[in-house]
């Protein structure tokens, strides 16, 4: 064979694998879906939202006594636009007992208003957002129910913080001395008054949880553990049973832990336990879409059948992204077609813009007309969350990321937090010298940092890319803790640097929050703006999806875990069609709707667009019962028929 043979052979093999090869990426970024509008699923309900409508401190740390709360810390007018704009179109009010509604009577038994009007500012402005009613979840009980008479217990291994009847020396109880049926049966009368005061309020309740994650046991807010699947079962059946005896109407939900009902579970093989769960509800707090499919497919195949569904979706880590957007959009798609889902909650409508979990967590952001809780020292180094300012430090630092902790109280050890690195960083700590503390593993240097009222030691180490830490800082002097530690971050490459916040860390990250502090400072006290990226996902679906739709059957020839679809039907009858992408590339979709004669308007949706209204963009018209749409990345659009 001649060398010109053999290089045409050589070409026309490297062409044709080439052309193979686009072949396959093509068929990759684009499907076929078959919308079988004769065959309905489920009917969704509507969605949900949580409230903050009392105080919690930056990080999930504490429960401050100051009124900083939602809608009691907005002007009027801005309480009404919150209603009537954010949350029109919203089903359901999360409302967390003994967290976000946490007064008291005297006897520490029943829940109360914290202050006289707290009740009727939520009835306001569910009334005027058109929501029908809370769903009434438990953080804790009351105080006079738990072993440790308190709110917060003081850490994973506190035995006390549990139900009374639970704890370790029940037996010798003052009141109920060891009878547990007897405290059962008051407890589920209390949840039945709580119930009742809320009725009295203006308030219908139309969802009821006994405990919100019954494994939870911390000593930062309000929780409840239950230590063993049976005595959850107990206490539920015990207070299940009276809050149906009530109002027949009202949805039993259990049991709001991670991925699968845990606890519940185990007693569902018992009719007097399985008769009391109308609902099986979960969490999969800022879990990729794709896992719906899992959580789905196990709680079918193990458990009775329930309509299940998350009540707790936000971002534990980090910051609202474009990326997150996506995956928010497409996890409601999923949960709806693929996990059929009945109804799906989004954690905060609003939060504080200085809480340190906010942009992961809200929907907006708000600002306070509370001394204290405006914009200060935009530009200026805070050694401290609201507290010394640096007036000295070495030059290199200010190209650095810093990241600073809130300091609660100098008679508590300087508070620990955690963060995530996208990249390996030199780490600089600034070490307040009380005590003669010194952080191990640290390496000290000659560098020092000035403040307004003191100044700090250097220390340096390397950090790893992902989760990292920052300790307690627990020298004192007498009754006098040190400044909680301070981090100057030098990554690898700082044009490509990212930190994110860890789990229930009471920080702040310069750059973010400096970016929040500037469009905080545009802000009147008591107004509010939308986080576009958790609330352009959210509020797409809010607004254009009515309640009571009933989902559309649907087969997808070539299933691809970044370009999802949703179809649904309208209590008028008109149909819809989602689609959304996120796979990097252009994708399309070729629809066949089965619609003779049909005609549809498109609206796209963005990260950063969500249109007026937030109605989306209108993107043109399409006609008969086949059409194709071809999305950006990082978009997703409405198909309705008109």
Request: aromatic share 12%.
């Amino acid at each position: 064979m001649y060398k010109s043979e053999i290089l045409i052979i050589t070409m026309f093999l490297f062409l044709s694998w080439g052309m193979n090869a686009q072949s396959i990426k093509e068929e990759q970024l684009q499907g076929t879906v078959d919308i079988h509008t004769d065959q309905y699923k489920q009917t969704v309900w509507g969605i949900g939202f949580e409230i903050q409508s009392d105080a919690i401190g930056s990080g999930n740390t504490g429960l401050p006594e100051e009124r900083h709360a939602v809608p009691h810390d907005l002007t009027p007018s801005e309480r009404e636009r919150f209603a009537k704009e954010m949350l029109d179109g919203f089903r359901y009010c999360r409302l967390a007992g003994g967290l976000y509604w946490r007064g008291l009577d005297a006897e520490k038994k029943y829940l109360m208003p914290r202050w006289p009007e707290q009740l009727e500012e939520l009835r306001q402005m569910m009334e005027w957002a058109g929501v029908e009613g809370v769903s009434l979840e438990y953080w804790s009980p009351p105080p006079y129910w738990k072993a440790n008479l308190k709110y917060v217990g003081k850490g994973s291994k506190d035995r006390t913080n549990t139900l009374r009847c639970f704890g370790p020396d029940f037996v010798n109880d003052p009141v109920y001395k060891g009878d547990t049926a007897k405290f059962l049966k008051e407890y589920g009368q209390a949840c039945v008054k709580d119930i009742e005061t809320l009725k009295e309020a203006g308030i219908k309740t139309v969802q009821w949880g006994i405990s919100n994650e019954p494994f939870t046991n911390n000593a930062q807010y309000s929780s409840c553990k239950f230590f063993s699947a049976e005595d959850y079962i107990r206490a539920y059946v015990a207070s299940a049973s009276a809050v149906r005896n009530l109002d027949s109407t009202i949805l039993l939900m259990s049991d709001t832990e991670p991925g699968y009902p845990r606890k519940i579970a185990k007693g569902m093989h018992r009719r007097e336990v399985a008769e009391l769960v109308d609902a099986y509800v979960v969490h999969t707090i800022g879990w990729d879409s794709e896992r719906v499919k899992n959580v789905h497919e196990k709680i079918s195949k193990t458990l009775p059948k329930r309509p299940w569904f998350q009540n707790e979706y936000e971002y534990l880590k980090g910051s609202a992204s474009p990326e997150r957007c996506l995956n928010t959009a497409q996890h409601i798609m999923n949960s709806f077609q693929l996990g059929q889902n009945p109804t799906w909650y989004w954690i905060h409508a609003l939060k504080p813009f200085k809480n340190s979990e906010a942009s992961g967590y809200s929907l907006g952001f708000w600002k306070s007309q509370l001394p204290g809780h405006e914009p200060k020292n935009i530009g200026k180094y805070e050694r401290w969350v609201k507290g010394d300012i640096i007036t000295k430090m070495p030059e290199m630092f200010k190209k650095m990321e810093y990241l600073n902790g809130i300091r609660p109280s100098d008679k508590e050890p300087g508070v620990y937090y955690s963060f995530i690195l996208n990249q390996p960083a030199t780490a600089y700590m600034l070490v307040d010298q009380v005590g003669g503390y010194e952080p191990i593993g640290w390496t000290k240097t000659e560098l020092k940092v000035v403040r307004s009222q003191g100044t700090d030691i250097v220390y340096t180490k390397k950090l790893k890319k992902g989760n990292n830490s920052v300790a307690k800082h627990d020298g004192k002097n007498g009754d006098t803790y040190g400044a909680p530690h301070a981090l100057f971050l030098d990554g690898e490459d700082m044009q490509t640097f990212e930190v994110e916040v860890g789990v229930n860390s009471p920080m702040k990250i310069r750059s973010k929050a400096m970016k929040l502090e500037l469009e905080a400072d545009k802000m009147k006290p008591g107004s509010w703006i939308y986080n576009d990226f958790n609330w352009n996902a959210v509020g797409s679906f809010v607004k254009r999806m009515p309640w009571d739709c009933r989902v559309i059957d649907l087969t997808e020839n070539n299933y691809h875990k970044d370009a999802r679809v949703f179809a649904y039907e309208k209590p008028n009858g008109k149909r819809v069609v989602v689609v959304s992408n996120r796979t990097g590339a252009d994708y399309t979709f070729y629809l066949n709707t089965g619609i003779d004669r049909a005609k549809w308007i498109g609206y796209r949706y963005t990260p950063w667009e969500r249109g007026e209204n937030t109605m989306g963009v209108k993107v043109g018209n399409k006609k008969g019962k086949s059409f194709s749409v071809t999305l950006p990345d990082l978009s997703w659009e409405f198909w309705e028929e008109r």
